[in-house]
């Protein structure tokens, strides 16, 4: 096999780059850049209908939006994506070919089978049951053997992935340890193992129940397992989208991690205790103890959220430590001030690092906290806190990196380089505000997954406050924003993919050209020897903290004003 | 740099700088802090969910529920009864499509035993504006003591997604001063 594999040498970074394992990162990326557009549309429909003044859709159809919604982004788009990354993070950044390319291409293949499949039987109207699917709510059998097939699928990439490690390693194509980004990758990849194997414990029987062969599935059995897969790939997303700050940090401006040991530390926190944020949609169920829902609600003493609060110093302080190395010195900001902002790959990290911390980081541990859960269980701050996680978060990030894979592994220029400028910042600030106001309405109350919040038709009734309407209103606002960032994007991507220009066979210009021919840099050049000079990100990481600490204590004071009840 | 192997193949021999150290152990001491938080608040807080379940088959639950509002309806409202179950007594709330069964009236600062479940699909309890979030399960009994503290109208909400109706599942929950 390995002789027949066709590598090109790329001209900006000297890296060999199997052209099979080129074309399938493009096949998954324009993939999911079809989900992304396909998911975001249905997106923007719901945030309308939440909108009082509009109320866009009929209550079927809302129902079938927001389930084909939370399929087609939260899975299909960031799957597709991740599995794109994987290739990345082993064949290319390894200089190896990819273990096994017409396996690689099953896998597509059933992914898109899957995803379409599912697809379908929602928009057969039939299987409105939200992404969840929670028992005894049945959906037609189609849609739980669709996202078994996908998961199938996504599961031969991810062995493709390890298989590439293996060959990397036994034809020594790098030197001493993978690269930082490979071991992120890695890490979402074990964990992508971890959830694709619940999904199969909890889907396969569903399917059966669903077809009439099974009777019962015990509903928070179901709950249990599905969050094992639903939540747990959540953590792909994070450990992935860490991985490609790294990797992005790195190709722009030279970063070099601070400490290997420490970054890797924090990956490894993720593979050992992120699984076990299935808690997190247990903390208000009956049948479950507390014991149980606070050791596992916070990842046994948060040991996973301490993986992410060592990335919040790491990331932004190799970028600082890299600008200071280019001369950016002056005061405590000017590496932040000076740095490529006019770059969206720069700008689309960057904006993701601080929202992903502040918005989606900070909410989610209050959120996870077992007793303030009672305040925000199912309302609308559980979307607004994951829109902060996986939309500004991830979503932002695969933005960014694209403008970097457009170039550098599909070899097509940009074709709109003005308005990639400006989509980072379109789509960050359309996603905040998403996140921003849902968080809102849902501290008053407002419900999630519910089609009129006026109870127009209910007998009863019951009115929110209307500060709550406004936050929906705004919220449909945020969403048109961030539906013009995410088209700004997909217009871009496919634009170029298809009818850009082929990039001239010169070196681009990144920071510094990366190599893995195995020349040792200078050993602890800066960093881990012991002149670690990061003012900057040291001032941004108390601002962070000290935000993290006073809301934290906020939100048990909401909770102690509530009425008692054991 | 990250996206090479590693400079000094020893990586795991160099030195972790202070700095980075120092962030760690506070980021370690807080998710300590954060973790003993939740505990303590199971001695002192006033707001802990019960752990107190019971299997339950759906009619039976159903038949305690009418056994409790033939005893202590008071009035009906929409065709609903409404019940003023005394304090201190076991007080049931059925949460079925689309409508919560029977209405609650219930006396400011006393102490009831809540049952909940649900007849088929999940169901979510949101009491609103307090905004107390719990999830109904069918086949699950869920037993809590609530103290309502304010008196008023109050609203439960169902927010958990059990169909198209879903929208409509709203009804009262009165709260009144002792008389």
Redesign the interface.
Known sequence: MAATTQFRTCPTTGLKIDLAAQSLIKANAVAAVVFLAIGGLFGLSIALTRWPEIHLLP??WF?MALTAHGLDVLLCWIIFFEVAVLYFASAV?LNCRLAAPRTAWVAFVLMVVGAALTNVTVLQGES?V?FTS?T??RAAPNFYLGLIIFAVGALVACGNFFGTLVIAKEERT????????TFGALTAAIIAVFTLASGAVILIPTWLWSLGYINHI???MYKLVWWAMGHSSQQINVSAHVAVW??V???LL??????????RLAFLLYIFFLQLASAHHL????????EWK?FNT?YA???A??GS??HA??VP??IEAAQRKLGFNKGMFEWLRKAPWGNPAFSGVFLSLVMFGFLGGISG?VLG???I???????LYVPGHFHATVVTGTTLTFMAVTYLILPLILQRDVMFPRMAQWQPYVFGLGAAGISLFMMGAG???V???????T?A??????E??SAAFMMLALNGLSAILAATGGLMYVVNVVASVFFGKKTADKPMKVA?P???SGQ??????Y????S?N?PGT?TL?TIF?VS??LY?YVN?KY??E????? | MAVTPPANRLWWNEPIHIVELGWIVIAFIWGLVMFFTMVYWHSIGEQNLANETYKVVPQSFAAKAEAMTEKYTVRDEVGIPVVRPPPGSDVYLIARIWSWWPILELEKDQSYRLHLSAMEYSHGFSLQPVNINIQIQPGYEHVLTITPNQSGKFGIVCNEFCGFGHHTMVSPLYVVDRS
């Open positions: 209550v079927d129902y950044l409105s939200m929670y005894p709510l790098y030197e001493g340890s993978v690269p930082l980004v015990d509903p928070v790294y990797a940090a790195a190709i030279g970063a070099k991690p601070l400490s290997e040991k420490a970054s903390l208000v169920e009956p049948g479950i103890s507390s606070i916070s003493m948060y040991l959220v301490l609060m060592i110093l790491t302080g190799t541990v906290t077992e007793q859960n009672l305040i925000m269980h199912n309302t501290t008053l109350g419900p999630r997954r519910h089609w009129d919040v109870f038709d209910s007998p009863f009734g019951f929110f406050p510094v990366v190599s893995t040792p840099a200078a050993v602890g050049a960093g881990s020897a012991g670690l990061i040291i990481v903290f993290f600490v934290y048990w909770l102690a509530v009425w008692p009840l054991r």
